[in-house]
């Protein structure tokens, strides 16, 4: 590791804490805006299983209705609150319990993780984040990339490494977006260069330099590669 902490950023050897917080720069970014994309087509597919299923419709109509309030308080920042709700409405916990079998609560489940995660319950953000069912469709895999990238980071805060790198091997597998691939690549890279894995890491980084070569990754991936190489 470095020895001067103010150069953190540039050592090859940085700490997985740094590279942990690349996933909450990254739902800044784009996991909210993802989201709300996603919650939009789970109102489209929960009215098409609405009419498919009459049955279901109330419940439909329900899980709709709760998670609006939750989603504002998200998008506003109030993770807490958006988990735990109020008096006056469900948060994401009851509303992945009540109605976890249809999209709304399945959705509610990554949300909820994502707040614990935020507010330092990493072993409850593992709870929802691996109960979260994966999500078909374009933006669906990113959101499902997402979640697994997100679980990887839960592990790895609770210092469980060898499932951090599954989740992150995971999250690489369920999209190959440009946006999350080579953010997942390098932290399962990171944690498998603390595992001793050093093989597997490098084969990781190489995949950011020839696999996504403008990746903002991409532009010092070779000092990683190097400071891996010395390992073996």
Known sequence: MSKDMKNQAEDPEVKLETAIGQSEQFIERNGKKLLVVLAAVVVIVGGYFGYENLYKAPQMDKASAAMFEAQYQFEQDSFAVALKGTSSFMGFEKIASQYGSLPQGNLAKHYAGICCLYTGDYKKAIEFFT????????????????????????YVEINDLAN???????????????????????????????????????????KIKYGFPTSFLARDIDKYIAAAEQKK
């Open 164 to 206: 951090g790198a599954k989740m992150y091997q995971k999250a690489i597998d369920a999209s190959s977006n440009g946006d999350t691939a080579p953010v997942y690549l390098k932290k399962a890279a990171l944690v498998n260069v603390e595992l001793g894995n050093i093989d597997a890491a490098i084969v990781q980084y190489e």
């Open 131 to 154: 109960g979260f069912s994966p999500v078909t469709g374009a933006v669906g895999a990113i959101i499902t990339a997402q979640n697994y990238g997100l679980a990887g980071d839960a």
